[in-house]
């Protein structure tokens, strides 16, 4: 079946610019959650989505948002982009309960200028 | 706040010899482990998970120990091979309504041919 898919793979903003990202879990998957990835501060928590409910958030700046819509899938939003928030940004879906195995997804690349 | 670290940033082994990546972690509330290996370019796979009740858990070729006496984890490649090569994150849970995921920074395999 297939994997976590996200979109863009690839995109560059401008400063001041927002950005929406798109995932969709594996099929059955209730549970999404999105990473930061960067060289600097490795693999970072920024939400967790259940049923359209956010569960758990990460110490992000609310500038970060994110959703969840009825059929599991998962958008972010990043407004008044920076410079740092260059990063691999990634997407993981499981069953929702605990314990439960977390895939990632191939992650969107993106880059502030 | 408490996190997962690496002992060791990078491991170049031998092809055919077995790898040991190593895991300390420090919150003690933590009850489930994963291991990630994560490719250039990619995001991260799922390699095998652990959970606190277990100490000892075997895939194909892989084996994770768990000694919660020390707060240690450890991923065990058998045979490595060149397709081995990449960067292997551990992470963890701690459960109790927390679905977030917290990583170690990571450390480089490298397996000589």
């Known amino acids: 079946k297939a994997g976590v898919t996200q979109t863009p793979r690839y995109l560059i903003k401008t400063r001041g610019q927002q950005v929406t990202l798109s995932c969709s879990p594996i099929?059955?998957?209730?549970?999404v959650s999105w990473y930061q990835q960067t060289p600097g501060q490795g693999l970072q928590f920024l939400f967790e989505y259940f049923s359209e409910t956010q569960r758990n958030k990460g110490n992000f700046p609310g500038r970060f948002s994110g959703r969840q819509f009825s059929n599991s899938r998962s958008e972010m939003n990043v407004s008044t982009l920076e410079l740092g928030d260059s990063a691999l940004y990634l997407c993981?879906?499981?069953?929702?309960?605990?314990?439960?195995?977390?895939?990632f997804g191939e992650g969107s690349w993106l880059t502030v200028v | 706040g408490e996190s997962v670290g690496l002992h060791l940033p990078t491991l170049s082994v031998q092809e055919g010899d077995n790898s040991i990546i190593n895991c300390a972690y420090s919150?003690?509330?933590?009850?489930?482990f994963i291991w990630y290996k994560q490719e250039s370019g990619k995001g991260p796979q799922f390699i095998i998970d652990i959970r606190s009740n277990m100490d000892k858990r075997q895939g194909q070729r892989v084996t994770v120990l768990l000694n919660k006496t020390v707060k240690h984890l450890s991923l065990q490649i058998a045979a490595t091979q060149p397709g081995d090569s990449a960067v292997y994150f551990c992470a963890e849970n701690i459960g109790a309504g927390s679905y977030q995921l917290t990583f170690g920074k990571g450390t480089k395999l490298s397996v000589i041919p």
């Open positions: 993981a879906s499981s069953l929702g309960i605990q314990g439960n195995t977390i895939y």
């Open positions: 099929s059955g998957h209730r549970s």
């Open positions: 919150n003690s509330a933590s009850d489930y």
